[in-house]
């Protein structure tokens, strides 16, 4: 199994941006979700869940009414929409989840914002 995640990149202070984590896999639509990010020398953070239907989600405190998690099944990807971005933002975001044959996570893609 493989997560590949992108749409990362420099963005100013408010701006917006949106990530995918796709999976090389259709068991995709079985997994529960997980968006986490590490900040450059610091541990890593939950970011937001989304459940494998999609019809219910979770997001940290920090990220709560500027971020939005979704799921396309028939395309075996996860969104993360990110707006009114803040310097606090920049990480390296990266899909994770955990099924009865392992845990899987990508290798992130890379979020800065910075004026």
């Known amino acids: 199994v493989q997560l590949v995640e992108s749409g990362g990149g420099l963005v100013q202070p408010g701006g917006s941006l949106t990530l995918s984590c796709t999976a090389s896999?259709?068991?995709?639509?079985?997994?529960?979700m997980f968006w986490y990010r590490q900040p450059p020398g610091q541990e890593r953070d939950f970011v937001a869940s989304?459940?494998?239907?999609?019809?219910?989600?979770n997001y940290a405190d920090s990220v709560k009414g500027r971020f939005t998690v979704s799921r396309d099944n028939a395309k075996n990807t996860m969104y993360l929409q990110m707006s009114d971005l803040k310097p606090d933002d920049t990480a390296l975001y990266y899909c994770?989840?955990?099924?009865?044959?392992?845990?899987?996570r990508g290798q992130g893609t890379q979020v800065t914002v910075s004026s």
């Open positions: 994770q989840t955990w099924t009865v044959n392992g845990d899987y």
């Open positions: 896999e259709s068991t995709f639509s079985r997994w529960n």
């Open positions: 989304i459940s494998s239907s999609g019809g219910s989600t």
